[in-house]
């Protein structure tokens, strides 16, 4: 396995065995904690705890099911540096866990009845969580780019605060989950972005928006609306015309983008690591 990290490649060969085999790796999802890698196995659902420097597989944490602790499909987490405690998004319940590093359970929770989640990560920051969401009233596909889009929660679940907007692309292509990928950096400003687009929006700490930029470079703009009652192939073959935000990540004085193009070759197996990836 490679792991690609803020500053160039390091690569770990994992030691599998027959207990402990990782089957779809969620690579975007990946935290550093305690000199391990743990990332997020889609399929099983679980959590493998890596060390850096051997390869071994430390730890397992996750079971398929509904019960206190067991998971679906484990679509983002987040971990406590100080602390351990990780917090793991279901995107079946649509519930967030908190279990410790030892894998105890310790208490979960859902979203109030106005927001409906829309999570492709999870940040904690002082004590706060920070997660994409749609606003509930907002729901509906035309609608969507009128909704806030993260939310601002505390480690009970409780909302605390909403900010960020949608680019105004979002208004004239409606198509898609309006999924959103956000970071932020040392002095506490936030940055998000679209994911059909490359415009980024920059927010100060205290959640108003700043400015907005971006290079477009080979990043192809959406040319027209794709309805949602298409078969599954043809949507994806749509989609293969346009380029779409994989990532942003923000290190030091620096931002990392992240976009991709879908291939024929993605289309027809379905999975991501075979479209194309340029940062």
């Known amino acids: 396995m490679i792991r690609i990290d803020r500053i160039g490649e390091i690569k770990i060969k994992i030691k599998e065995t027959k207990d402990k085999f990782i089957s779809d790796i969620r690579n975007k999802r990946a935290r550093i904690w305690k000199g391990m890698l743990i990332i997020i ?15 071994e597989i430390v730890r397992v944490l996750g079971e398929r099911g509904t019960g206190p602790g067991e998971f679906y499909i484990i679509d983002a987490f987040e971990i406590d540096q100080e602390t351990g405690r990780l917090y793991i998004y279901d995107q079946v319940s649509r519930r967030i866990s908190c279990i410790d590093s030892s894998g105890r359970f310790l208490y979960s929770f859902g979203f109030p009845p106005n927001l409906i989640p829309s999570i492709q990560d999870i940040k904690l920051r002082d004590g706060k969580l920070y ?15 009128k909704s806030r889009i ?3 929660l505390d480690l009970r679940g409780n909302l605390l605060d909403l900010f ?5 692309i979002s208004k004239t292509f409606t198509y898609g989950a309006g999924l959103i990928e956000f970071d932020y950096d040392r002095f506490g400003n936030w940055y998000s972005v679209d994911w059909k687009t490359y415009r980024i929006y920059k927010y100060d700490k205290s959640y108003k ?13 959406p040319r027209e609306d794709i309805p949602w009652n298409l078969p599954f192939t043809e949507i994806s073959r749509r989609l ?4 779409a935000t994989g990532s942003i990540i923000v290190f030091g004085d620096y931002i990392y983008y992240q976009f991709y193009d879908l291939t024929d070759r993605t289309v027809k197996t379905r999975r991501a690591l075979d479209s194309e990836s340029i940062i």
């Open 209 to 221: 928006l700043i400015k907005t930029f971006g290079v477009q470079g080979k990043f192809r703009l």
């Open 240 to 243: 293969t015309r346009s380029s």
């Open 131 to 145: 997660v994409g969401v749609v606003e509930s009233k907002y729901a509906n596909l035309s609608e969507k780019w």
């Open 164 to 168: 960020g907007v949608h680019d105004e």
């Open 41 to 55: 196995d889609k399929v099983q659902p679980k959590l493998f705890f890596i060390d850096i420097k051997t390869g």
């Open 150 to 152: 993260i939310g601002v």
